[in-house]
């Protein structure tokens, strides 16, 4: 009989390429995970990888396994969804990857909702960026993902995940207390052309979105600050020491404290979560996102 562990091992190294990474993603040595994977080879009888280099490559043998482990772990978790739904109470943990300002804004009133409607669900939450969350919910690392997707940016579709649609955010440029309105918004954006500016690190999707913009206006930012965290963002431009741009959503429902301009054609990044398309129907799925709806009508309304 297979092992379903060494079953997942396999998958998972399909999906991050080696050993090493699945070592780190599943809480084992490097050292374990080849010897698991060595079992697994005389539990099928065959081989299913070879060495290339420093790394491994998949066999065709491997490749069809791979394959067929996947419909295994998934008729493994469609098994767990029968059994919830046959109950009566929402329980079991539902662990969610979020990123952070939905962790300050969705997440706490998400969270007050179910703790009253449904006790017996423990729910976990992890902050991470949407890239490595998505990734984290097909690898069964997170069960649902709470992420945002600029616009003209879309994140990368996974086969084996859902997308649904949460709210639209506005974005818009923010600039010091007292700073003087300008009605234009072109006109507003190009007049912070001399200006330091805060953005979020190189690589992430609202840092290219950003610098898009800008050079659309016809300048290059001057970032001087590059800053994950948005309430850091947010105390820079209020203390003068730069500006940028921030969603709404940074500030939960209460009065902004710097002064927010529009962009030039109203950018709305969206809010959506993602699960895995198995578990869509699993009672302690629908209970989050049904809370998570909830709150993001309350924080974000239309």
Known sequence: MLDVNRLRMLVELSRRGTLSAVADALS????SVSQQLSAL???????????????????????????QAIGILDQLEHARVAVAESLTEVTGTVRIAVFQSAAHSLLPRALASLKVEHPALRVEVTECDPETGLIGVSSRD??????????????????????????????????????PEISDAAAALWATREEPWVLEPAGTASRAWAEQLCRTAGFEPDVRFEVADLTAHVRLIRAGLAVGLLPELVWAGETPTVTLSPLPSAPRREIFSS?????????SIRAVRSALTSAASDNLPD
């Open 142 to 179: 997170f069960d649902l993902i709470l992420a945002e997707q600029y616009p003209g940016h879309t994140r990368p579709i996974h086969a084996d995940l859902d997308r649904m649609a949460l709210a639209k955010d506005t974005i818009a440029l923010a600039t010091r207390p007292g700073t």
């Open 41 to 67: 080879e005389r539990d099928v009888g065959v081989p299913l990888l070879r060495r290339v280099g420093r790394g491994v490559q998949f066999t065709p043998q491997g490749n069809v396994l791979v394959r």
């Open 28 to 31: 084992y040595s490097k050292a």
């Open 275 to 283: 699960t895995r398309r198995v578990s869509v129907a699993a009672p």
